[in-house]
C-alpha cells in the first residue's frame, strides 16, 4: 500500500465516534515535525509507524493502534495523517452532514447548485471542474458563510482518466477520503444524423460515458478502502443522468445514447460494488430550463433547438421553451432543489442500489 492509500484508511479509523476530515502531510517523518507545522500534540496522541513495521498486515496494525485519544499517523519517511473536526451532535435526519462529496462540473449550472444544496446541509464539498475561475469563486462564496464544513477547488477533465484518477487523489490529501462522488459533469450538443460530425459524437461519449466510468473506477478504489475497516460504513457513487436517459431524444441521440448508457453503467457497477457498501445509482433529471445548458443565449438548448428546427412552428427562443414547458405535467422545468432532495435520499438509503431515480415533474414515469 502507498502513502495515498493509508489515508483513508486512518481517516475512517478516526471516525469511530463521528465522521472527520483528515490532512495528510507529505515528508513529516516524526511527531516532532508535525510539531513544526503547528500541530500541538502530546506523545500519546501521535502514532509512528516505522519501515520494520509489517506492511502485509498494515491494516490489522493501524487497526489496533488508533485509539479515541489519536490524533496523528506517521509514517515513517512518507508522511503523516492528523485528524480533522468531528461532527459535533449530527442530525439523524441529514444524512449528507460531515460527508466528503465530490461533484464533477460542479462551478455552474446543475453542478454549482448541487454543490451549494450539498454545503448547506454540512457536507465537505470539492468543486471539481474544468473551470478554474469560476470554480474557485464559488469555493470562496461557500466558504463566505463561515460553516465550520470545507469547500475545495480541484481542476478535472473527466474525459481524461489521470485527470480524474489526479482529482480523488488530491481530495484525499486534502480532506483524507471520499464518501460520495457525484459525476455530474457533461456536455451536449444537439443534432440529427446529419448534422452530427463524428468528432463531435466521440467528445460527448468521453465526457458523457467514459467520464463516468473514471469517476467511479478512481473512486472506488478510495472506498473500497474505507470498507475495510469500517463495515458500518455506506459510500455512494452517484450519476446525474437525464430524461433522456429513460426514453429516446429526436436529433439528440448522441446525449441520450451515452445516457442509456450510462444506466447500463450504474446496474453494472452497482451489482460489483455493494459487497463494499458501495451504492451506485442514477438521478434522471428533466429539463433544467433555468441553467445555462437550456438558457444561454448563445450556446443553449433553446437556440440550438430553435436553429435546428427541432420545435415544429416555432419561431423564437420563447417559443421553443413553452412547447417544452407544456410537456411537463407538473408545469415546469427542473430545479436544483428537485435533483438534491432526489440525491439526499439514495445516499440515505442503505438498501437500495442500481437504480434510475427519475425527477421530472411526471414527464417520464417508471413501467
Known sequence: MNFTDLVPVVRILFSKEGLV????????????????????????ECITILPGDDKADLVALLKEQVK?????????GLGAVVKGKKVDNPNP??????????VTGGAQGFGGGIAEELYAKGAHVVVAD????????????????????????????????DSVKSMIETTVLELG????????AGILRAGGLDEMDPDTFDLMTKVNYAGYFYCAKHASKVMKLQSQVDENHYMDIIQINSKSGLKGSNRNFAYAGGKFGGIGLTQSFALELMPNRIKVNSICPGNFFDGPLWSDPEKGLFVQYLNAGKVPGAKTI??????????????????????????VYVINQEYETGQAVPVTGGQEMLN
Open 21 to 44: 476530515t483528515a490532512k495528510a502531510l507529505l515528508n513529516i517523518d516524526n511527531i516532532e515535525g508535525l510539531r513544526k507545522v503547528g500541530y500541538d500534540l502530546s506523545d500519546d
Open 68 to 76: 479515541s485519544n489519536t490524533k496523528a499517523v506517521v509514517f515513517d
Open 177 to 184: 477520503g471520499l464518501d460520495v462522488i457525484i459525476s455530474n
Open 93 to 102: 435526519y441529514n444524512p449528507v452532514e460531515g460527508r466528503i462529496v465530490i
Open 318 to 343: 420563447e417559443d421553443v421553451q413553452a412547447h417544452y414547458e407544456k410537456q411537463v405535467p407538473a408545469g415546469r422545468g427542473c430545479r436544483v432543489a428537485d435533483v438534491a432532495k432526489a440525491i
Open 130 to 161: 474544468l473551470n478554474h475561475e469560476v470554480g474557485r469563486g464559488l469555493v470562496e462564496k461557500l466558504k463566505s458563510s463561515k460553516q465550520m464544513n470545507k469547500a475545495v477547488f480541484i481542476p478535472v477533465n473527466v474525459g481524461d482518466s
